[in-house]
Each structure stands twice: as C-alpha cells, then as structure tokens.
C-alpha cells in the first residue's frame, strides 16, 4: 500500500535549521510531483513547495522563498525539505503529499489536487 512517512521535525531556535524528510513506498515515485504543506494550531493547512519529476521544476510559498529548497531523490524515493533561517512563524505540522501528473504539467498548489499524505511532522521555532 501506499506509505509517505515524515521525519526531521524538532525544536529548533529562530534563525536555525532543520531538513525534513518523506520517504515513500507504494507508488511509482519519480512519476509523481511532490509537495510540501503545513499547517499551524487555528489555521487552515497552507501550500509550501513542491517538485516536479527530476527536479527540474520547483514552485515555493512566498512566505519560504529564498529560505526553504524542495528536492528529491528518486532513487531512494524521497523528498526533503531543507529550511533555513526558521522564523516563530513557521511553527506547524508539516506534510508531504504525492500526485500523479505528466511531467509538463503545472505544479499543483492546491492540497485537494493531492492525493497521497503522509502523517506529518511537527516543527516548532522558538523566539
């Protein structure tokens, strides 16, 4: 069956690091896009980032560009989350999500275009 499982999460002080991962099993992983979604106490799930087949196509949040990279390896059937310089304000569970899509198709930002999720990590930043 089908299996996306999160790992990485943590504590971690404003301005450090951390990279998740999501290791997969149960599908054909270098023929699904992948992304990345979070969601904080009281909000609503929100887009992140995702990756095409090979990598070659990447899409982020504004609120991560230029500090989040998305990447993967296809063959371990991976993706990761690399976060640098990590605000409070990126608190959240984090999800990986898979999608079945033709390689030119457009990155979906959207979570119900998803339709495999992993069970999530939790990443707390403190001030």
């Known amino acids: 069956q089908v299996q996306l499982v999160e790992s990485g999460g943590g504590l971690v002080q404003a301005g450090g690091s951390l990279r998740l991962s999501c290791a997969t099993s149960?599908?054909?992983?270098?023929?699904?896009?992948m992304g990345w979604f979070r969601q904080a106490p009281g909000k609503e799930r929100e887009f992140v980032a995702a990756?095409?087949?090979?990598?070659?196509?990447?899409s982020y949040a504004d609120s991560v560009k230029g500090r989040f990279t998305i990447s993967r390896d296809n063959d371990k059937n991976t993706v990761y989350l690399q976060m640098n310089s990590l605000k409070p304000e990126d608190t959240a569970v984090y999800y990986c999500?898979?999608?079945?899509?033709?390689?030119?198709?457009?990155?979906?930002?959207?979570?119900?275009?998803?339709?495999?999720w992993g069970q999530g990590t939790q990443v707390t930043v403190s001030a």
């Open positions: 999500a898979a999608v079945l899509r033709w390689r030119s198709n457009p990155l979906p930002r959207e979570g119900a275009e998803y339709a495999y």
């Open positions: 149960g599908f054909t992983f270098s023929t699904y896009f």
């Open positions: 990756i095409g087949w090979n990598a070659d196509r990447t």
